[in-house]
């Protein structure tokens, strides 16, 4: 019976090794490249047609446009139109991720369930929404760390905390994913383990082994509504983050 | 022209008849929910605030560390990074809280 968490772990598939670094191709990295060859599949063969009245497929693919686009648009303004392809793409691949991790019997890794992606992620979104910030109000975005109304004896502690409150922001938005991800996937592993070793049992026993399966079942929605949410969350926490750096709240 | 003035009041009554039901039929179609922030379920609310105040904490314990080691000020610059930090969380939640009160559907309903 495999422990809960040996699901994380990162197996080098293909050893590779370059000046001392070890840059082996492992599960996870195969998986985001299945994640993005899904993700392509899905887009390029939904739109290949591009049909006035679209069919299943391309009708999917134009949902989740209209999704994002709606949803950046309520969020961050009109303005902040011209990132739409990167928030677009975060969402899908986030998702495409998400959902991956979901398939029983393929055992595909979940690349969300890493921090390193995750935060990887958010400080790219990060570094980037500083640098829109600077670029579109100069010098001026410093004044995004003083809050208007404080008293000038308080003032430099609460620069300081609009700082750290600031710097906090990749480190929430990568927590949030990836902690949803492995708690999700460790409880299905640990109840999937009470079915084994309750069947394993017998008697008596095996017959209470349904319990923990019903609530596998259960969990398994739910575990599907979180990939989509914590997807979700993410896109809406970067249109926030653009938001700011556009219009400076 | 006395009929083509009727004829001209009546196209007007016409006329404010078809713009009542059009603009009825917009105020239908417009979203029940205010534009703007709206996290779909309390779980996606949750733990957002959740996230947000661990992150402050974090924030506050990574950077004291760092900075004790680098200016060798153990432990101090770490204790006083942590309160900062903790502050800063609350902060980031009561943030997070309005934007949720603005732009969800508690707004309209409160009222």
Known sequence: MAGPLEQFEIHSKVPIEVAGYDISITNSAISLAIALVILMVFMLGGMRKAALVPGRWQSSVEMCYEFIAKMLGDTAGHEAHQFFPFVFTLFMFILTANLMGMVPWLHLFTVTSHIAVTFALAFFIFIGVTILGFIKHGIGFLKFFVPGDAPLALLPLLVIIEIVSYLSRPISLSVRLFANMVAGHTMLQVFGGFVVSLAAAGGIFALGSVLPFAFIVALTGLELLVACLQAYVFAVLTCIYLNDALHMH | ?111
Do not use: C, H
């Open chain 2, 1 to 111: 022209m006395t009929d083509n003035k009727k004829s001209s009041e009546e196209m007007k009554a016409e006329l404010d008849d078809l713009n009542a039901r059009l603009s009825a039929a917009r105020e239908a179609s417009k979203p029940k929910v205010a534009s703007g922030y709206n996290e779909a379920t309390t779980y996606g609310r949750a733990t957002r605030l959740v996230a947000e105040l661990i992150a402050g904490i974090l924030v506050g314990v990574l950077l004291g560390w760092y900075l004790d080691q680098w200016l060798g000020t153990k432990p101090w610059l770490m204790i006083l990074l942590i309160i900062i930090g903790a502050a800063a969380g609350i902060l980031n939640v009561m943030r997070a809280a309005k934007q949720m009160v603005q732009g969800g559907s508690y707004n309209e309903e409160g009222k």
